[in-house]
């Protein structure tokens, strides 16, 4: 059973920066994709950015050239860079990692950015 732990979350002013890390109990390259997707109050929770096995990211358009995904195969652990944040990025933000049709969750972890 593969489990997912975020961390990174915080309070962060406008136009500062946050770094979001999930760490897998398991190999990642085990995974389809790794991916986050956050959820604010009262909204759908929505996909924000994903890495495939092979290396290729694919981001929402309302983070493309602010946020960026990588990982760590040594560490089994990916990241969310987060640049320029403003408080339309406030939201929890979950990690989840396919394989074939199942999806595992994180806990989800916090990102505030007062307006």
């Known amino acids: 059973h593969v489990q997912l732990v975020e961390s990174g979350g915080g309070s962060v002013q406008p136009g500062g920066s946050l770094r979001l890390s999930c760490a897998a109990s398991s190999n990642i390259f085990f995974f389809n994709d790794m991916g986050w997707y956050r959820q604010a109050p009262g909204k759908e929770r929505e996909f924000v950015a994903l890495i495939n096995v092979g290396g290729v990211t694919k981001y929402a358009d309302s983070v493309k050239d602010r946020f960026t995904i990588s990982r760590d195969g040594s560490k089994n652990t990916i990241y969310l860079q987060m640049n320029n944040l403003n408080s339309e990025d406030q939201a929890v933000y979950y990690c989840?990692?396919?394989?074939?049709?199942?999806?595992?969750w994180g806990q989800g972890t916090q990102v505030t950015v007062p307006s």
């Open positions: 989840n990692a396919r394989v074939l049709s199942r999806t595992t």
